[in-house]
């Protein structure tokens, strides 16, 4: 009997022994799975914070990035610069402010691209004169688009040859350079000397490395005029920026402002700005005082940064 009762005792001892490593197995086998689980959450909570990151800087580098080669132009045997200045050719368009209270600037920024002939067929359509602050491009379908710009009566202006702001903000010189190569090849293509400039990144930008107030300093000296914004479409930070967003944008900033000058990008992957372009300019137009114009002589700047010595009040 005893040796019966000692063997029963084994048996629930050996039981009790694979029931605790089970229960032991149960609650070690979850917490293992879970230190595991959110190892891999905080490392993907990391990655996901470096991507985040990583999309914000390549947001911000959009507008320098939208050209990636360096255009070459044809030698100029002799700088228009050196002219008398009453021998360039340039656009004077004269601004009707009769009947009208608040003015509209569609301003489109670094064309030529595939969507420029499709801006201007829409502004054909509506009969509305636009300015087009271009970038330095060689080939005959740009050069094509840069003459009918000017011959369809909207105004040619400059964003830099190149775009790239490293090599554009690095000094004054190299400003000045890529200035002056856009501005002899547009007037060797067109025939107009263009005089409006947007700086890339515009006044207020913070990449150059030489202060802004030089840059302005050199564009005065040489006459030039340079126009910022105060209202944006939001589509130069976001290739995916709905139509109905960009329409919104636009609008929605108009009414807060006596005169707009509305900042658009002409680009190839700008699809949904064009595509809102005829929205925007049917719902402005609904109210009767407001006109769009191209940016001229009379056209008051709208400017993030002022020169020195310059009230800030004309600045929208």
């Not at 201007?120 to 094509?144: M, P, R, W």
């Not at 914004?229 to 009414?255: E, F, H, M, Y």
């Given at each position: 009997?005893?040796?019966?009762?000692?063997?029963?005792?084994?048996?629930?001892?050996?039981?009790?022994?694979?029931?605790?490593?089970?229960?032991?197995?149960?609650?070690?086998?979850?917490?293992?799975?879970?230190?595991?689980l959110?190892?891999?959450?905080?490392?993907?909570?990391?990655?996901?914070?470096?991507?985040?990151?990583?999309?914000?800087?390549?947001?911000?580098?959009?507008?320098?990035?939208?050209?990636?080669?360096?255009?070459?132009?044809?030698?100029?045997?002799?700088?228009?610069?050196?002219?008398e200045?009453?021998?360039?050719?340039?656009?004077?368009?004269?601004?009707?402010?009769?009947?009208?209270?608040?003015?509209?600037?569609?301003?489109?920024?670094?064309?030529?691209?595939?969507?420029?002939?499709?801006?201007?067929?829409?502004?054909?359509?509506?009969?509305?004169?636009?300015?087009?602050?271009?970038?330095?491009?060689?080939d005959?379908?740009?050069?094509?688009?840069?003459?009918?710009?000017?011959?369809?009566?909207?105004t040619?202006?400059?964003?830099s040859?190149?775009?790239?702001?490293?090599?554009?903000?690095?000094s004054?010189?190299?400003?000045?350079?890529?200035?002056?190569?856009?501005?002899?090849?547009?007037?060797?293509?067109?025939?107009?000397?263009?005089?409006?400039?947007?700086?890339?990144?515009?006044?207020?930008n913070?990449?150059?490395?030489?202060?802004?107030?030089?840059?302005?300093?050199?564009?005065?000296?040489?006459?030039?005029?340079?126009?910022?914004?105060?209202?944006?479409?939001?589509?130069?930070?976001?290739?995916?920026?709905?139509?109905?967003?960009?329409?919104?944008?636009?609008?929605s900033?108009?009414?807060?402002?006596?005169?707009?000058?509305?900042?658009?990008?002409?680009?190839?992957?700008?699809?949904?700005t064009?595509?809102?372009?005829?929205?925007?300019?049917?719902?402005?137009?609904?109210?009767?005082?407001?006109?769009?114009?191209?940016?001229?002589?009379?056209?008051?700047?709208?400017?993030?940064?002022?020169?020195?010595?310059?009230?800030?009040?004309?600045?929208?």
């Amino acid at each position: 009997m005893e040796e019966m009762a000692n063997a029963r005792r084994k048996r629930i001892n050996r039981l009790k022994r694979i029931i605790l490593g089970f229960v032991g197995m149960a609650i070690l086998v979850p917490t293992v799975i879970c230190v595991f689980l959110a190892l891999k959450v905080s490392d993907l909570n990391s990655r996901i914070e470096e991507l985040n990151e990583l999309l914000l800087k390549r947001e911000q580098e959009a507008l320098s990035e939208e050209v990636t080669s360096v255009f070459t132009t044809a030698h100029i045997e002799e700088s228009p610069r050196e002219a008398e200045t009453d021998v360039l050719s340039d656009q004077t368009v004269s601004e009707d402010y009769s009947g009208y209270d608040r003015r509209i600037y569609l301003t489109f920024d670094d064309g030529p691209s595939s969507n420029t002939s499709r801006i201007l067929d829409i502004l054909k359509q509506y009969d509305v004169k636009a300015t087009f602050f271009v970038l330095g491009k060689t080939d005959e379908q740009s050069k094509e688009l840069y003459r009918r710009i000017v011959a369809e009566g909207h105004t040619l202006g400059m964003h830099s040859y190149s775009h790239k702001y490293e090599e554009i903000y690095a000094s004054e010189e190299a400003f000045a350079q890529d200035l002056t190569k856009l501005q002899e090849y547009l007037y060797e293509v067109t025939g107009v000397w263009p005089r409006y400039y947007r700086f890339p990144g515009g006044s207020s930008n913070q990449v150059s490395k030489v202060d802004m107030q030089e840059l302005i300093a050199y564009l005065e000296e040489n006459d030039i005029v340079y126009y910022d914004w105060n209202v944006s479409s939001g589509d130069a930070v976001s290739t995916q920026l709905s139509k109905d967003i960009i329409v919104s944008n636009c609008v929605s900033q108009i009414k807060r402002q006596p005169d707009s000058m509305i900042l658009l990008h002409d680009a190839g992957e700008k699809d949904t700005t064009v595509a809102a372009l005829s929205e925007i300019i049917a719902q402005v137009r609904m109210d009767e005082n407001v006109c769009f114009l191209p940016i001229s002589d009379d056209t008051l700047p709208i400017q993030h940064l002022k020169a020195k010595g310059d009230s800030v009040d004309s600045y929208q």
